[in-house]
Every structure is written in C-alpha cells, then in structure tokens.
C-alpha cells in the first residue's frame, strides 16, 4: 500500500513540475501563448460619467485620452478643454437605456495635467492631450497638435503624480525622432511582464490618422520604450515595432477606403492583452466610396460641385470640409505580437506587418459620426473599457459612455453587430436655421427724439 500512496505522490508530484515548467516556460517563451479571437471578446455592459461640473469644467464633449488605475479600479479620463479627472468604476449595466446606466463618481475632480507645459508642444499650432497611462504611482501622458502643417511637433510626452493636485510634472519628452511625433503621440498601453524581453520595454506608444498624412502612420502604430525614461531623458529612445508610412503604405491608400484603413480610419486606443500574443487597436473605420469636400445628407447632391468649388461628398454624420467614406464602423485591429517581436529582433520592417484580424462591431448605443476617445485595460481582470463619445445626450450636454468588453474567460453577451442602418436623407443639404424665441434691442439714440429722426438698432 505505501508502494502505491508513493507512486500517486511521485505522479502528483511530477504533474506539478510539468505544470510549473509549462507555466515558466510560456513566460520566458510566450510566442506559444494563444491569440486572441473576436469570438473571445464579449460584451459586459456600461456606465454613464458625472454630470457635475468640478474645478470649472465637466465630461461634456470630453471622454478623451482614458487611462486604468489598477490600483483603485478607477479610470483617468480627459476632458474638451484638456483636463483629467479619475472616476470610480461602479457596476456595470447590460442596457439598452440609458437611464438605467449607473453614473460613476468622481475620486479626483478636473486638473489641467501637463501644469502648463502643453504649450512647450504646441509650436505649430494648439495642442492637445491625446494619451494616458498609469504605471505605479505615476500617470503618463502624450500630447499631438492635431493639425500640425509645417511637422513642427518635436515633444510630446510626460510624467506626473497620480494624485493630480499634487505639482511636479516631468516632461514634456521628445520619444523617438526628430520630426516624427506624428507616430508616437497618441494611445499608450502597458506591455505585459512576459514580453517585455521580446519587445525591449515596459510599454508602447502610437498615433494615426492625423492630418497632414505624410507625418504620422497610415494606420496602426506601436513603439516600444520605458516611461521611467521621461523622468531622466530630454529624448526618449524608442525602437518601432510597426508602423505605415505614405512610402511604405501596406494597409492602403490615404485617398482610398477599405475594410483595413483609409482616410477616414481613427485609431484611438491600444492594449496589450496579457496571457496572450496578441495587441488590440481600437478605433473607427469608414468603409464607403472616400470623398473629399463638404459632407452632405442629401444624395443628389453627392459628387457634384459646391459654391466653394469643392466636392460635395454623402455623409449624413457630418458637414465638415474633410474626408469622408460613410458608413462607419467601430473597430478593432488585431496583430499577433511574435510579428512585432520579429520587428524588433531585426528580421522584419515596421511596414511589413499585418493584422491578423479586423473587426467591425457595435455599442448598445448609436451615435451618429462613430467616435471613440480611447481606452483602458485592466489586465488583471481582463476588461477593455471603451469611451464612446458623444453618446449619452442630456440637455444641452453630450457626455461620453463608458463600455466593457470582456476578453475571454467567463464571457458577457455577444458584442452587438455593426450598426448598418441608413440614415434618411433630406431634400435641402443647407443648414436648419435655429427658432429665435427671444430678442434684445439697443437703440444708437436715447429717447425721446423729434419726429423722423433716424434710430439705428442693433
């Protein structure tokens, strides 16, 4: 019998070893690690942000960069006028109505993060906050100007405290090149412990799709450096892992649209998913004729000429002199990260890699021109939490939702299919001119003045 017992022993023994080295092996090797498929992603419901004003500003038409604290299960969110303020994750809530969506509380009211060094960025024009990231005790964060002509752009992130009333911001930083911040100054996400070796750092950084295309990446980017460098650096190395370029355009054209990229492609959010070998892009995507000119919902007018001479192009989103491929898609692109790790090794060229999935998918909630503000990823429990911008209208206000995706695991519902419907489009594309219910009047002359005298109002 004790024969036996010590041979169960030895086995169990023996499993656990077996076991152990699987688990130490995938993490010194994790290019056997699996990739992640749109079928492990699921949808765990959402939550409305504050509507409180605090510190002077609030979430209306704000909801951009976002960032996860892990520390306080909390997420930093931006605002319109480029503040940040850090809200409590409540419960979550699968609903198609709003109003039964929770509202999350504020941890930390509005504070402009950068103290004032944003406009060491914006020499070629306004600047604004485009990403986030927490790691330790610190927050990080980049800046772009958003129309920058001239690629004057040559600094663009920084460091600060995440308790955001404290002062001492580091930064801003040069990362990576002289004159191609246009690739780095957007999203950032955490590279998780197993491939930090592989890649060569503790984080990425990326930017798409701003005008100017010659200057930032015809789709998604990511490269790889240490946010501590900001702290020690007046220019922080980085090494690319991918990227596209207008000579090295792999993805497509700017002035063309396809399911992949075109000019109307926003990416504005990126995770590297821990457990895995895979690195998700979240963003839109038009996947329609691409039209540049004036937007219009009225489609006999589409393709024909204007009064300013230029292009009148079918967009019921939107009446902006821009780029347009309508309809639009939320999306989401999917790389396998021992592609990225053959960038870094030398063996490939950033331009040279491609998705292995991309996505189109829906929220529980429409909203019209299709825009997201970024996301954070909690890797710990594995949830994307998604800001969709615009989305949740009340009164004079249009406040962001926050979403959930969960990815693999226990899932969630299915994630809601693209939405596909038309919108109607109108007989006259000229702007509705708003009711005047009220109006005030100042005379150029005091009264009483003789009769036929000439009063002027204004």
């Known amino acids: 019998m004790w024969k036996q017992r010590y041979v169960f022993v030895c086995a169990l023994i023996a499993c656990f070893v077996v076991t152990m080295f699987a688990s130490l092996s995938a993490q010194s090797d994790p290019s056997t690690l699996p990739l992640i498929q749109f079928a492990d992603l699921s949808y765990l419901g959402g939550f409305r942000l504050p509507d409180q004003f605090i510190n002077g500003d609030g979430f209306t038409?704000?909801?951009?960069?976002?960032?996860?604290?892990?520390?306080?299960?909390?997420?930093?969110?931006?605002?319109?006028?480029?503040?940040?303020?850090?809200?409590?994750?409540?419960?979550?809530?699968?609903?198609?109505?709003?109003?039964?969506?929770?509202?999350?509380?504020?941890?930390?009211?509005?504070?402009?993060?950068?103290?004032?060094?944003?406009?060491?960025?914006?020499?070629?024009g306004p600047a604004s906050i485009t990403g986030l990231l927490v790691s330790g005790d610190r927050l990080y964060g980049s800046a772009s100007i958003y129309y920058d002509a001239n690629n004057t752009q040559r600094v663009s992130h920084y460091s600060r405290s995440t308790t955001l009333s404290t002062p001492g911001v580091m930064g801003m930083r040069q990362v990576w090149e002289d004159a191609h911040s246009g690739f780095v100054s957007g999203y950032m996400s955490a590279v998780p412990p197993e491939w930090q070796q592989k890649l060569g750092g503790s984080a990425i950084t990326g930017q798409c799709c701003l005008p100017v295309a010659w200057r930032t990446s015809w789709g998604p980017s990511a490269f790889v450096f240490n946010p501590a460098d900001i702290a020690s650096m007046a220019k922080v190395p980085a090494t690319p892992l991918v990227y596209y370029s207008d000579s090295h355009p792999t993805l497509g054209s700017w002035d063309h649209s396809n399911p992949t990229f075109g000019g109307t492609t926003q990416i504005t959010g990126v995770a590297v998913i821990a457990g895995s070998r895979t690195v998700l892009f979240v963003g839109r995507n038009g996947t329609g004729p691409f039209c540049y000119g004036n937007g219009t919902n009225n489609q006999s007018l589409a393709g024909t000429t204007g009064p300013d001479g230029a292009l009148w192009c079918y967009d019921p989103t939107s009446t902006a002199k821009a780029q347009h491929a309508y309809p639009y898609?939320?999306?989401?692109?999917?790389?396998?990260?021992?592609?990225?790790?053959?960038?870094?090794?030398?063996?490939?060229?950033?331009?040279?890699?491609?998705?292995?999935?991309?996505?189109?998918?829906?929220?529980?909630?429409?909203?019209?021109?299709?825009?997201?503000?970024?996301?954070?990823?909690?890797?710990?429990?594995?949830?994307?939490?998604?800001?969709?911008?615009?989305?949740?209208?009340?009164?004079?206000?249009?406040?962001?939702?926050?979403?959930?995706?969960?990815?693999?695991?226990?899932?969630?519902?299915?994630?809601?299919?693209?939405?596909?419907?038309?919108?109607?489009?109108?007989?006259?594309?000229?702007?509705?001119?708003?009711?005047?219910?009220?109006?005030?009047?100042?005379?150029?002359?005091?009264?009483?003045?003789?009769?036929?005298?000439?009063?002027?109002?204004?």
């Not at 520390?71 to 303020?85: D, E, P, Q």
């Not at 198609?96 to 402009?112: C, D, M, R």
């Not at 909203?367 to 996301?375: A, N, T, Y």
């Open 61 to 124: 038409l704000g909801g951009s960069p976002v960032a996860f604290n892990p520390s306080r299960n909390s997420l930093f969110i931006g605002t319109r006028a480029g503040n940040v303020a850090e809200v409590a994750i409540p419960s979550l809530v699968n609903s198609n109505v709003i109003t039964q969506l929770p509202f999350a509380n504020f941890l930390q009211g509005f504070y402009e993060p950068t103290e004032g060094t944003l406009a060491q960025v914006a020499t070629g």
């Open 329 to 458: 898609h939320y999306q989401l692109w999917a790389y396998d990260l021992n592609e990225l790790a053959a960038v870094k090794a030398g063996l490939k060229s950033p331009w040279q890699v491609l998705p292995y999935g991309v996505w189109s998918f829906g929220l529980p909630f429409p909203e019209p021109e299709v825009r997201l503000g970024g996301i954070g990823y909690d890797a710990s429990r594995q949830i994307i939490y998604i800001s969709q911008l615009y989305a949740d209208q009340d009164g004079y206000g249009y406040r962001p939702i926050i979403h959930a995706l969960k990815v693999g695991g226990v899932p969630g519902a299915p994630l809601p299919p693209p939405d596909t419907s038309t919108l109607p489009p109108i007989t006259n594309s000229a702007p509705s001119s708003p009711v005047i219910t009220a109006l005030a009047l100042t005379a150029n002359k005091a009264a009483p003045q003789a009769a036929g005298t000439t009063i002027t109002f204004s």
